[in-house]
């Protein structure tokens, strides 16, 4: 394993490593299996999950459900091997905790893989952020459409532009911003938890009200047939892009298992862990769902930068200062300086990229591809590798090394396939 000091921390990419007892010092975990559960599915049923319909549709009924299983069951394997190194040397009494991401990878791989790793994780945490204001405005535009055309007709011009939803979004965010850490949003992930499963039983209801009232199932062996192969091939890699976003939990996976409180241990738990109306419902559903899934992604980078900025800069009235904010109401408000200018920074950084680039299914494409097999497959085995202490050539060595590549290659084709739909929306 990799000797890390505190003396070797790289700016922006703090990864120090603490005992249990430093740990309670710092933060007291009070998490369950009940939370852990809320953050979990706020996480997972997120903007991704949106995009699944339209990926079922390019991929077809022969390749699209056995597309949606096969990730699900590698991003499966993913947690359970990055659950494995939350803790060190014993993977569930062992007494140094890894309560990031880039903590663990540090530690068991070394400075130099830290560092990339540091790029793509905060890239994926962002991008994450940057499809929840996108996926926001298109749900409020469905609720304003639906109502116009449910009082006007199909016919209407019911037309509403993203920009004004997206902004309304990110000044939410700016207040939502300033909860101080995952410990303190159990809350926000419970009720975010319970609007995922209202939509999505919403949705699933409508479903098989449709296939009732059609009598059959529709769809094709093939999906959504295109006018040439070459563009049908492109719609099919952007799929798989799709589906590869919807299963972002690895990279908030050990900041979530560091709320837990033990016993039992930390790696147990989380691994047990048409009326017109009703589409409105569940669109609302989808908004109120991603105020806390914007919250999930964001607060593993707000950590970050705002330790970093301590670290370096103990003695700043800007980093540790508070600016007291009294209301009409006679209530007095303590303003952390830092965490408001950073995070109102980040939010407006976030819905500005949103309203350059609002094409939902080909953003959703590019950070899947780009991501999954990096943080969900490569950097979660080459931990375990170590952590278990795997001998090349192994029969496990092998059969990890063979998983590892085939989930570089179906990203790869992935990432060209989302990359190109990108950028053809972009020129039209």
């Given amino acids: 394993m990799a000797d890390y000091t505190k003396d070797h921390q790289t700016p922006l990419v703090q990864c120090s490593n603490s005992s249990d007892e430093e740990a309670h010092e710092l933060t ?6 009940w939370t852990a559960i809320a953050h979990i599915i706020t996480g997972v049923m997120g903007a991704g999950v949106l995009s699944l319909a339209w990926s079922l549709a390019q991929l077809g009924w ?17 947690n359970s ?47 994450n952020d940057i499809a929840y204001t996108i996926a926001t405005a298109t749900s409020i535009r469905a609720i304003l459409k639906s109502n116009c055309y449910h009082e006007q ?108 409180k033990s016993p039992p241990s930390e790696t147990k738990t989380m691994k047990k862990a048409s009326p017109y109306w009703l589409v409105d419902l569940a669109n609302a559903c989808v908004v109120l769902h991603l105020v806390g899934g914007y919250q999930v992604f964001s607060q593993p980078i707000f950590a970050l930068v705002e330790t970093w900025f301590s670290e ?28 408001l200018c950073f995070r109102t920074l980040y939010v407006m950084t976030t819905t500005g990229i949103a ?43 092998v059969a990890l090394r063979i998983f590892s590549l085939a989930c570089f290659l179906v990203s790869a084709v992935a990432f060209i396939g989302s990359l190109q739909g990108l950028i053809t929306a972009k020129l039209r």
């Avoid at 007291?28 to 299996?33: A, E, K, L, S, V």
């Avoid at 991501?371 to 170590?386: A, G, I, Q, R």
Wanted: net charge negative.
């Fill in 153 to 260: 007709g199909h016919d209407s011009d019911c037309r509403y532009e993203d920009n004004i939803y997206m902004l309304m979004f990110g000044l939410v965010q700016i207040v939502m911003s300033q909860i101080p850490n995952f410990h303190d949003m159990a809350w926000l992930s419970v009720v975010a938890a319970i609007m995922s499963f209202a939509y999505s039983t919403i949705g699933l209801g409508l479903g098989f009200a449709k296939v009732i009232e059609n009598g059959e199932i529709k769809g094709s062996i093939g999906g959504v047939p295109e006018a040439s192969v070459i563009d049908k091939l492109w719609l099919v890699f952007q799929g798989l892009g799709d589906i590869a976003f919807a299963y972002p939990y690895s990279i908030i996976l050990l900041e979530i298992q560091n709320t837990l």
């Fill in 62 to 78: 022969l390749f699209g459900p056995p597309a949606i299983i096969i990730f699900a069951a590698v991003t499966g394997v993913s």
């Fill in 355 to 397: 309203m350059l680039f609002p094409y939902f299914n080909q953003v959703l494409g590019v950070l899947g591809a780009l991501n999954f097999w990096s943080l969900t497959v490569y950097f979660p085995v080459e931990m375990y590798f170590v952590q278990r202490e795997i001998v090349p050539w192994t029969t496990k060595w």
């Fill in 28 to 33: 007291h975990r009070t998490g369950t299996i």
């Fill in 312 to 339: 370096r800069y103990p003695e700043s009235q800007f980093v540790n200062g508070f600016y007291r904010l009294k209301l009409p109401l006679l209530t007095t408000f303590h303003v952390n300086l830092l965490r």
């Fill in 81 to 127: 091997i990055l659950s494995d190194c939350y803790r060190s040397p014993d993977s569930e009494y062992g007494p140094h905790r890894h309560t990031s991401f880039l903590q663990a990878v540090s530690f068991y791989l070394g400075e130099k893989n830290q560092r990339i790793c540091a790029v793509l994780l905060n890239e994926s945490l962002f991008g």
